[in-house]
């Protein structure tokens, strides 16, 4: 590590801090890491808060909807990434004014950008918060969730720790903003204790009329105490001075209007004379509502009734594996507290969206085999009960009877069904649950089992080969913006080729898996047909090319001044099996000379600078950004897998721990987050804009979550179920001498620990060696000891 980078890591400990107890992450100085943020969800909504105070919510109704806008009419998208924040941006922020001094200072840090004494900001499980000393005075200000409805609970506690009485007027200050360009009006009901802003959802057409009306249009904030004071017209609020020095904290007290067609903002002034020593409190509910009774039921349940009913958080939330040791305790804790964290998220929101893409649906649902088999199981049967007539699979699964396909889904891609068999086979794998083949799912007229509509889909899958036996590619495979390469029905994909073949040999490995082998060489056959076409048409002599576009051009190779290299089809030409020997390792020293940087391998270089006509859209993106050359955080995890089944153990380990935030060095800082998740995306074009490289995308929507967490306990670890139990194959970190881990199976519990020693690996059940290092016979509800022997050199 270069002295530089000594120094950067050294400031990172120093704002960036760890609680070993209850995995909470602190920073400690609000301008080190400007972005960070943590977010909490429950079944409806989700919020993200950044340590300054802005704060970005949406809830389902069914579809995401938002209850705090920003100051003028906001344009409706999904959820971009590395979204900036403005001075007006929503938050939740507390300005604090000494009535005997006239001095004035905001919590937690915006809009006036207080320099506190000590400032505190903490992401946990179930809540979000900052303690902040500021002269003599200590506060807490901290959100969590309700459970089910959609509202967020804020308490704000003061303590008085000086030798002197002190006045004070506390004003919290909850963004609403501009709700409708048809109609908005905000006011203080006193019997709710309340300021309730109302709004009329825009609609041109009649047919939506409907549907408006039954909106939840409303935004509220309660209070546990009534106001001194309040205001609800954002312009007299801010005046000329802004949301940094607003007017109306100028006078003694707020001027008590009422919004009349004008922006809303609920702001209340609640006067405190502390004693030394003293304290005061204060609880807050804000949330969108569909009517005044709405708001009184929230109000009586959350304000008058003290419900403490909190958000899941991940120490009730089940886990595949946990009580991990290891050399490396940031790793540790990423993985045991916050990775299946972020996996609960996606599958309790599906990505906030009620149309989620296929391959994310299909992808999301692996990781919850691990940690709620059920909704994978759901998500197999919804996803089948969708499938096309042909026997493809749509571009988006509708999770509700009203839901639309929007967005990407309008545009046909062919890969979809390549997910189902990676998801079917680790299912199974985990679960036993072989009968889910028989299941009947019925698909308008049609009805078929699992086991059918699956072998249906893999048709489809090999009715999109060409006349080589390659895939098509249509507008798009997984790489979305790829959108030119195949459009006019000629192009094909090497990734998806090589992807169909991974399909195919998992599906023959449930075949075997459950006894029904008849058909597994039919599929046997076609998966060597297309392999043999891929070695044939896209080996280019150091790695596999990308693609070949409708002119015929092949893409990819080092004939290209840019994107000469893409990594999707080196990481997938590793999980298929299609190389060895040299070719593997010709793979690997491309990948490791021209990707890997030290935030994880780009997905592309060099990247685009101009636009390419017979590539599309992604050649159009920022050089570095997204699929563009980024550090692609789903598609590192599909190198890390693939280097992991070519038993490269040290290389892939060393692959994963580029990727997760704030356990390297250099970190957090360089990469703007907190380690609370793992985003989609670092910044890459290393060489071309190093100031930017390795910058988080902030977007915490990744399918990456689910590779990462069947890497760690598959391929890391080494326990990978089967119809019989558990096998037994670990490839730790040659460094390592020692592990441990807690693996829950099938509600039995598998305490392993490794050992570094000899020469063969060997297991021991209650000191018994177990033959072929698999484990057989557990029982649920019962805790195993389990002794596992690494060999110090590879068999």
Request: aromatic content about 10%; proline content about 6%.
């Amino acid at each position: 590590m270069r002295a530089s980078d000594d120094i950067a890591f050294e400031a990172a400990k120093a704002v960036v801090e760890h609680d070993p107890d209850d995995g909470a992450v602190s920073l400690t100085i609000p301008t080190a890491i400007p972005l960070a943020s943590g977010f909490l969800w429950n079944q409806a909504m989700l919020v993200r808060v950044n340590c300054r105070g802005y704060a970005r919510a949406q809830f389902l109704q069914p579809e995401p909807s938002a209850y705090s806008h920003g100051p003028v009419l906001e344009a409706t998208t999904f959820e971009q990434p590395e979204l900036g924040l403005y001075s007006q941006h929503p938050g939740r922020f507390v300005y604090v004014r000494d009535d005997d001094s006239g001095a004035l200072f905001s919590l937690p840090y915006a809009p006036m950008r207080t320099a506190h004494d000590t400032f505190r900001f903490t992401v946990s499980d179930e809540r979000i918060g900052w303690t902040i000393h500021h002269g003599s005075l200590t506060f807490e200000w901290q959100v969590r969730l309700a459970s089910s409805d959609t509202v967020e609970r804020w308490e704000l506690h003061i303590l008085n720790a000086g030798q002197r009485k002190r006045r004070l007027s506390v004003f919290p200050v909850f963004s609403i903003g501009y709700m409708s360009w048809m109609n908005q009006s905000a006011g203080f009901e006193p019997h709710l204790n309340a300021i309730i802003a109302r709004s009329v959802p825009p609609y041109q057409h009649l047919r939506d009329h409907e549907a408006a009306m039954a909106a939840k249009s409303t935004t509220f904030l309660a209070a546990s105490r009534t106001p001194d004071s309040y205001e609800t017209v954002h312009a007299i609020f801010e005046g000329d001075g802004g949301l940094h020095a607003p007017d109306a904290l100028s006078n003694d007290t707020l001027g008590c209007n009422e919004a009349a067609y004008e922006s809303p903002i609920a702001a209340m002034q609640f006067r405190e004379t502390l004693r030394p020593g003293a304290t005061a409190a204060l609880s807050f509910v804000f949330g969108p509502a569909g009517d005044d009774e709405d708001v009184a039921r929230l109000v009586a349940r959350y304000i008058r009734g003290g419900d403490t009913t909190d958000v899941g958080s991940a120490k009730r939330r089940p886990q595949a594996i946990t009580a991990i040791q290891t050399p490396a305790a940031s790793f540790d804790q990423f993985v045991t507290h916050w990775l299946p964290r972020q996996i609960d998220y996606h599958g309790t929101l599906n990505r906030l969206t009620t149309d989620p893409q296929t391959r994310n649906y299909l992808q999301d649902g692996l990781g919850q085999v691990f940690i709620a088999p059920e909704r994978a199981r759901a998500v197999i049967l919804k996803t089948l009960a969708q499938q096309e007539p042909s026997g493809g699979l749509p571009d988006g699964i509708l999770l509700t009877d009203d839901a639309e396909l929007k967005y990407i889904n309008q545009v046909p891609h062919t890969d979809h069904a390549v997910w189902l068999p990676i998801l079917l086979n680790t299912y199974i794998d985990e679960t036993g649950d072989h009968d889910i083949l028989d299941v009947t799912v019925r698909c308008e007229s049609h009805e078929a089992s699992v086991f059918e509509r699956t072998e249906s889909a893999l048709n489809a899958l090999l009715d999109n080969l060409d006349d080589r036996s390659l895939s098509l590619i249509a507008q798009g495979d997984w790489c979305d913006p790829m959108n030119m390469v195949g459009h006019r029905g000629q192009g094909v994909s090497a990734w998806l080729s090589m992807a169909t073949i991974y399909a195919l040999k998992l599906w023959q490995d449930v075949l075997v898996a459950t006894k029904r082998t008849t058909r597994a060489q039919h599929w046997q056959d076609a998966a060597d047909r297309i392999q043999q076409a891929v070695k044939s048409h896209f080996w280019a002599d150091r790695w596999f090319a990308r693609g070949i576009t409708d002119d015929g051009r092949r893409f990819g190779t080092e004939d290209d001044a840019e994107g000469q290299i893409f990594l999707n089809p080196q990481s997938w030409a590793l999980m298929a099996g299609l190389v060895d020997g040299e070719e593997r390792d010709a793979i690997i020293s491309a990948v490791n000379d021209k990707l890997l940087t030290p935030f994880g391998p780009e997905m592309l270089a060099p990247p685009y600078t101009q636009f390419v006509d017979d590539i599309g859209r992604l050649t159009q993106k920022h050089p570095g950004y997204a699929e563009n050359g980024s550090v692609y955080c789903h598609a590192a995890m599909f190198y890390v897998y693939g280097l992991y089944e070519q038993q490269q153990s040290d290389a892939a380990f060393d692959v994963l721990m580029r990727c997760l935030p704030g356990v390297r060095d250099q970190d957090p800082i360089a990469r703007g987050q907190l380690p609370v998740f793992l985003p989609n995306y670092y910044r890459g074009a290393v060489d071309a804009f190093p100031r930017t490289a390795g910058r988080s995308s902030q977007l915490f929507n990744t399918g990456a979550v689910s590779w990462l967490y069947r890497i760690v306990i598959e391929q890391l670890f080494g326990l990978r179920g089967t119809s019989d139990g558990l096998i037994v194959a670990p490839q730790l970190p040659s460094q390592w001498s020692s592990a441990s881990v807690t693996r829950h199976f099938r509600d039995a519990v598998v305490r392993v620990r490794y050992q570094r020693g000899g020469r063969v690996l060997r297991t021991f059940l209650n000191n018994e060696l177990q033959e072929n290092n698999q484990l057989t016979g557990l029982q649920p509800g019962k805790t195993y000891d389990v002794e596992v022997h690494v060999p110090e050199e590879k068999e």
